[in-house]
C-alpha cells in the first residue's frame, strides 16, 4: 500500500512506526505538492493532520480532498479546539477514518485501520448502473446519492440522505419519482444490501458482524430489511446471487414497476448452490 502523508514530524514518528515493511510513505513538504504526490506514487491512502496545514493552504487542501478519484483519506489528529473544529469540517466531506493521538492510535489498532483499508475500497456497481439516469436531478440530490452508495453505513434513513441534498423529505421524494426511483427509503436500504452482499462475499465476516458495521441496532433488524428487499436473508443472499445479477435485482426493486413483495428465485447452476 501506497501512503501520502502530510503530518507533524510527532505524528509523522507515530505513523511510520506502525505502517508494515511492505507499505510505502511519501510526505510532501506542502499541500499544494499533495495531488502530484498522490498521482506519482498511485497513493492507496492519503492521512493528513488538519493542525499541520497552515491557514492560507485550507482551501486548497479542501478543493483537493472534493475531487474525485481521490484515494482513501484518513485524518489523523490531536485533540485541541482548533483541530477539533477543523476535523468537524473535513467530516462534512464524507471522511470516516478519523484517528485521535493518544486515544486510538496505538500500533495494533492503526495496523487493523491500514489492513481494513488495503482491501476496503468500496465503489458501488448499481450506483454506477443507475447513475446515467439521474440526470436531470439537482446536484446537491445527485451529490447526496453519490454519498450515499460511498457511504452505506452513514445514511441510514431517508431523512439523512434528505438532509445531505438540502432538501426535505417530500421533495427528495418528488425528484426521485421523477426519474423512475421508486421510493427514497428503498433506495437507501439498496445501498446498504449492496456493501453487506459485498461484504459478506469476501468470508471474513459474519453477518452479525456486517450488520453492527451498518449501523443496525441488531442482526435481526438487518435480517429483516434485507428480506423485505430481496426475499432472502443475508447469508442466503451471499451464497446464491453474484454481485452482477444482485445489481440487475436491486435495480429491477428500484424502479417505480418493480415490487418488493418476493425476489425472483435465482437462477440455479449446474453445481451450484442448492
Do not use: C
Not at 30 to 42: C, D, K, R, S, Y
Not at 100 to 124: I, M, N, Q, T, V
Not at 247 to 260: C, M, Q, W, Y
Amino acid at each position: 500500500m501506497n501512503v501520502v502523508a502530510f503530518l507533524s514530524d510527532h505524528l509523522l514518528s507515530t505513523l511510520r512506526a506502525v505502517l508494515r515493511e511492505d507499505h510505502r510513505i511519501f510526505t510532501p513538504l506542502a499541500v499544494e505538492a499533495l495531488a502530484a504526490a498522490i498521482q506519482q506514487a498511485h497513493a492507496d491512502v492519503l492521512v493528513v493532520e488538519p493542525s499541520a496545514v497552515p491557514s492560507p493552504q485550507w482551501p486548497a487542501l479542501l478543493g483537493l480532498l472534493r475531487q474525485e478519484g481521490m484515494p482513501a483519506v484518513v485524518v489523523y489528529t490531536t485533540i485541541s479546539p482548533p483541530a477539533m473544529r477543523a476535523t468537524v469540517e473535513l467530516a462534512r466531506l464524507g471522511i470516516r477514518h478519523i484517528v485521535l493521538k493518544g486515544y486510538d492510535d496505538s500500533p495494533r489498532h492503526f495496523r487493523a485501520l491500514f489492513d481494513a483499508l488495503a482491501s476496503d475500497f468500496w465503489a458501488s456497481v448499481l450506483y454506477q448502473r443507475l447513475r446515467p439516469d439521474w440526470q436531470e436531478l439537482p446536484l446537491p440530490v445527485l451529490d447526496a446519492l453519490a454519498f450515499l452508495f460511498r457511504f452505506p453505513d452513514r445514511v441510514r434513513t431517508v431523512a439523512d440522505l434528505a438532509a445531505a441534498a438540502g432538501v426535505t423529505t417530500r421533495t427528495l421524494h418528488r425528484w426521485l419519482g421523477r426519474v423512475g426511483v421508486a421510493s427514497a427509503k428503498r433506495l437507501v436500504l439498496a445501498a446498504r444490501v449492496e456493501w453487506a452482499h459485498t461484504l459478506l462475499r469476501t468470508g471474513r465476516l459474519q453477518v452479525r458482524e456486517v450488520a453492527d458495521r451498518l449501523g443496525y441496532v441488531s442482526p435481526r433488524q438487518f435480517r429483516r430489511e434485507v428480506h423485505l428487499l430481496t426475499g432472502l436473508t443475508p447469508a442466503t443472499l451471499s451464497r446464491r446471487w453474484p454481485a452482477d445479477e444482485l445489481v440487475e435485482l436491486l435495480a429491477t426493486r428500484l424502479a417505480t414497476h418493480g415490487s418488493t413483495r418476493s425476489a425472483a428465485a435465482p437462477r440455479q447452476r449446474k453445481g451450484g448452490a442448492r
